[in-house]
Nanobody, 127 residues
Framework: QVQLVESGGGLVQPGGSLRLACAAS????????IGWFRQAPGKEREGISCISSSDGSIKYADSVKGRFTISRDNAKNTAYLQMNSLKPEDTAVYFCATAGPFEGDCPLASVYEYDAWGQGTQVIVSS
């Protein structure tokens, strides 16, 4: 059974850090494009980072560039999102997702290219 499970969310003060994990089971994660998305209340789901399965190239949304880092540990079949310098506007439910398998760049902007999703983990940035 294909499954993605996110963990690591929580309440953090502005300027703090969190590391989200996305554990995959039922398939080999490294063969797929991996994306991290977030959805704040009343807003559309947005892509914030992705990593390509073919060449490891990485993309970030401008809103998180320089603060967030995506990575994957193939031995653990897990992807990560390190989030530093968190801001109140980062408050959202965070999702990981996979697309493919296919070659080329990972699709950052389109949620519709991703077909397996985790259940999400809540991140709240507040003092």
């Amino acid at each position: 059974q294909v499954q993605l499970v996110e963990s690591g969310g929580g309440l953090v003060q502005p300027g703090g850090s969190l590391r989200l994990a996305c554990a995959a089971s039922g398939f080999v994660l490294e063969h797929y494009q991996i994306g991290w998305f977030r959805q704040a209340p009343g807003k559309e789901r947005e892509g914030i980072s992705c990593i390509s399965s073919s060449d490891g190239s990485i993309k970030y949304a401008d809103s998180v560039k320089g603060r967030f880092t995506i990575s994957r540990d193939n031995a653990k079949n897990t992807a990560y999102l390190q989030m530093n310098s968190l801001k109140p506007e980062d408050t959202a439910v965070y999702f990981c997702a996979t697309a493919g398998p296919f070659e080329g760049d990972c699709p950052l902007a389109s949620v519709y290219e991703y077909d397996a999703w985790g259940q999400g983990t809540q991140v709240i940035v507040s003092s």
